[in-house]
T-cell receptor, first 114, second 110 residues
Framework: ETGVTQSPTHLIKTRGQQVTLRCSSQ?????VSWYQQALGQGPQFIFQ???????GRGNFPPRFSGLQFPNYSSELNVNALELDDSALYLC?????????????FGNGTRLTVT | GQSLEQPSEVTAVEGAIVQINCTYQ??????LSWYQQHDGGAPTFLSY????GLEETGRFSSFLSRSDSYGYLLLQELQMKDSASYFC???????????FGPGTRLSVLP
């Protein structure tokens, strides 16, 4: 069973730039969610994708966008980066349709915006 | 809106028992989960409570009281490797996304 993998592990960008983060879901999972985790805080829900469509969104501006591909892998895109976007970005896969289906997280991408 | 509260830090010694509490305010409720996260690592799932009562998984147990909007994670026979941050999380009313608490940092001392 292949777990959730994310790339890159670390990234440094300049304010105003754009970034793309990538995630491969755990095999057998059809739903991918993205979370932002600031230092010392809990993960904050950004959005979720199911069947290649956005299936829920947290309180994040439109410059945060995503994609899910037929193989259930996913991308998170952030435009016009701001200093406050510096955080750990976590991808999590799960199985749609089961209330107790846990989230399986990747190790995250540490984004630093300077 | 939804919010969760949990203590920011807990310290205990090896072999002891520790309880981490979580209270929540939600418009809907589809269960309370607990996740463990070591420094620099990914959150990993520990337990889920959909109904009132106690769920036991090895050294870890989790409890839920829906009438009190309260739950806790109980860690027994603490080991050094249990030093980590612990997050409670409620499934959002409108989908499968989770709302996470701020986390409790557990330090286990020798």
């Amino acid at each position: 069973e292949t777990g959730v993998t994310q790339s890159p592990t670390h990234l440094i960008k300049t304010r105003g730039q754009q970034v793309t983060l990538r995630c491969s879901s755990q095999s057998g999972h059809n739903t991918v969610s993205w979370y932002q985790q600031a230092l010392g805080q809990g993960p904050q829900f950004i959005f979720q994708y199911y069947r290649e469509e956005e299936n829920g969104r947290g309180n994040f501006p439109p410059r945060f966008s995503g994609l899910q591909f037929p193989n259930y892998s996913s991308e998170l895109n952030v435009n016009a980066l701001e200093l406050d976007d510096s955080a750990l970005y976590l991808c999590a896969s799960s199985l749609q349709g089961s209330y107790n289906s846990p989230l399986h997280f990747g190790n995250g991408t540490r984004l630093t915006v300077t | 809106g939804q919010s969760l509260e949990q203590p920011s830090e807990v310290t205990a010694v090896e072999g002891a028992i520790v309880q981490i509490n979580c209270t929540y305010q939600t418009s809907g409720f589809y269960g309370l989960s607990w996740y463990q996260q070591h420094d620099g690592g990914a959150p990993t799932f520990l337990s889920y409570n959909g109904l009132d009562g106690l769920e036991e998984t090895g050294r870890f147990s989790s409890f839920l009281s829906r009438s009190d909007s309260y739950g806790y994670l109980l860690l027994q026979e603490l080991q050094m490797k249990d030093s980590a941050s612990y997050f409670c999380a409620v499934r959002d009313n409108y989908g499968q996304n989770f709302v996470f608490g701020p986390g409790t940092r557990l330090s286990v001392l020798p």
